[in-house]
């Protein structure tokens, strides 16, 4: 059985502690790994901030969709935007053994995202961004 909730935010960053808080209550009756929960939150965290951030040129009010669909196995997170296209698996991958200081500003967030999650795909349709990522509910170990 699979269960989905769906969210339109403002590209505001105070909207990402409400959504946070949505998504904790949303998943508490799945038992998950705190690993997974972890990446599941921290992934929400960085692409919301990156789709606010530097989505769009103007200061004017933009929506935002956001879901997640829990399934059996996996759990899947969609970002829907109509920002200028980025696509997070074209960005450069920044090298781990690059010193923090010598790296470029940004860039850190994607790559957290892409070594915790279990897929990834952007596809870019009808002037929209669509960013899907999907993590095994089961991933990883207590800890």
């Known amino acids: 059985m699979s269960r989905k909730m769906t969210v339109t935010l403002e590209n505001k960053l105070e909207e990402l502690n409400v959504l946070t808080q949505m998504l904790q209550i ?4 799945y038992q998950m790994p705190s690993r997974t929960l ?3 939150e921290l992934s929400l965290e960085e692409i919301l901030v990156n789709i606010v951030s530097y989505a769009y040129e103007d200061n004017a ?3 935002i969709q956001f879901n997640v669909k ?3 196995d996996m759990i899947a997170m969609k970002f829907i935007d109509t920002g200028r296209p ?3 698996l074209a960005a450069e991958k920044l090298a781990p053994q690059q010193p923090a200081m010598d790296r470029a500003l940004g860039g850190l967030g994607i790559n957290f995202v892409r070594q915790m999650r279990d897929m990834m795909e952007y596809q870019r349709q009808d002037d929209q961004n669509i960013l899907r990522i999907w993590f095994q509910r089961k991933g990883g170990t207590e800890g």
């Open 26 to 29: 949303f998943l508490r009756p």
């Open 38 to 40: 972890y990446a599941l």
């Open 86 to 88: 980025f696509n997070p």
């Open 61 to 63: 009010r933009h929506e």
């Open 70 to 72: 829990v399934d059996d």
